[in-house]
């Protein structure tokens, strides 16, 4: 009874891209994440999305930043304003977007591992200066060419890029919050339908549209809410497009999506 109701329970209402980083303790976040950040910037009323000949105009809402924005969210506003008032999805891709991604994940990793305290990243950090130690070591058995050396040292830095990955570790709160999100993430998967027909409001239904996002089953809830009506009340306010059935919408919503994810694999 008790793991069915941690289930079905928002653990806490997150910014999606810190709900994949809790779950997989990476230092950046997948494209997934920035394209869940954008729906949210959304249906935060920050953006119009405007379909037209199968290209898709991003329109941006003058307002004041709203202080409720997280700071990757906010940091993603700001790259979209610096390309314009008016702009194609596409021009994204044109942009150098090392720094805005490293300045994003850092954002993140701010409130993750500094002052939520959910994840240690110091085992991580002495890992990565024996590799450093490692790198050193091979170069001067290069200068000097000892062949024993250079195996030892070839042998340490493989090692280590393999499973340096996993030495980030939880502390006791950030556990319980990722097996909670684990298991909330289990249960929305599984009961999408049910999810839909007893929805308690509009904005729940939008949480759940932007961690299907995130977590890869978007397309599910997206068909769901068009057998049942609900598509074109969540989405009419900031996507524009001049399909009129609903199922034209769902296949316009999706592509959306899908662009979205290649723009910022890049």
Known sequence: M??????????????????????????????????????????????????????????????????????????????LRRIGNEFNLSDISKLNLKNFKKAFNRAIGENLYKKLRWINVKPKKYFLLNIYLWVLVL??????????????????????????????TYTYEGKLMAFRWRAYKRYIKDNLDDLIKNNDGI?????????????????????????????????????ITPQEKVNKLFKSLNIFIGELNKVFRI
């Open 139 to 168: 170069f001067i058995s290069l200068l000097i060419f000892d062949l024993g050396l250079i195996i030892i040292s070839a042998h340490n830095l493989i090692f280590g890029s393999i499973f340096i990955s996993k030495c980030s």
């Open 2 to 79: 008790y793991l069915q109701k941690v289930k079905e329970v928002l653990p806490l209402k997150l910014p999606p891209a810190w709900v994949e980083l809790l779950l997989k303790k990476h230092v950046k976040v997948s494209e997934r994440a920035y394209s869940a950040t954008f729906i949210d910037l959304a249906f935060n009323e920050c953006i119009i999305v405007k379909e037209e000949n199968r290209n898709y105009k991003i329109i941006m809402i003058d307002k004041e930043i709203d202080d409720n924005l997280s700071e990757e969210q906010k940091i993603l506003l700001f790259l």
């Open 203 to 239: 904005n729940k239904i939008k949480d759940l549209i932007i961690y299907s996002i995130l977590f890869g089953f978007h397309k599910k809830i997206l068909k769901n809410l068009g057998e049942d009506n609900l598509l074109k009340d969540i989405f009419s306010k900031w996507f």
